[in-house]
């Protein structure tokens, strides 16, 4: 799995909104300018977070976008499986029912599956608040080490 341009961006977009929020709402321009991200690109990451109602964004003389959710109530999960479609490691895990003819007897699949719900529960555990704060890495370390941890001492 490698997180596309599409889905790193919209998570500085994401973060550079939580860091402005309160100021109203924000011209993608100013954005674009900080995260050094060309507008016609952020064209097209924007339309994703507004329909899911993560931006909501208001057009003409004073618009912009803004934040509709809590940065500590946003997941970085949330937004790479809008952006990114899927974060499965391996195309018979990406859509939502195995259609491969050896998934019964497949080997490799459990591997596949748990390596899938270890990578969205990591994400899940980063909301973009942590981003946020730095430090991050320690409190990172410490949400996300559950997922692992727990899996590793259940194992055999």
């Given at each position: 799995m490698m997180i596309s341009t599409k889905g790193r961006?919209?998570?500085?977009?994401?973060?550079?909104?939580?860091?402005?929020d309160g100021k109203?709402?924000?011209?993608?321009?100013?954005?674009?300018?900080?995260?050094?991200?060309?507008l016609k690109y952020l064209e097209r990451i924007l339309p994703v977070l507004t329909k899911n109602k993560l931006i909501e964004?208001?057009?003409g003389k004073g618009g912009g976008y803004r934040l509709a959710v809590r940065p500590g109530s946003c997941r970085v999960?949330?937004?790479l499986r809008l952006?990114?479609?899927?974060?499965?490691?391996v195309a018979c895990l990406s859509c939502g029912t195995n259609t491969c003819e050896r998934?019964?007897?497949?080997?490799?699949?459990?591997?596949?599956?748990?390596?899938?719900?270890?990578?969205?529960a990591y994400f899940?555990?980063?909301?973009?608040?942590?981003?946020?704060?730095?430090?991050?890495?320690d409190r990172i370390a410490q949400k996300s080490s559950a997922a692992v941890t727990g899996y590793f001492h259940t194992v055999p």
């Open positions: 961006y919209a998570l500085r977009v994401m973060i550079d909104l939580a860091e402005n109203g709402y924000i011209p993608m321009k100013e954005v674009a300018e900080r995260q050094n991200i060309s964004g208001l057009q999960g949330e937004i952006t990114e479609g899927n974060l499965a490691p998934a019964v007897n497949c080997r490799t699949l459990p591997m596949w599956t748990e390596l899938h719900r270890i990578t969205n899940d555990g980063i909301t973009l608040e942590d981003l946020m704060n730095p430090p991050f890495s």
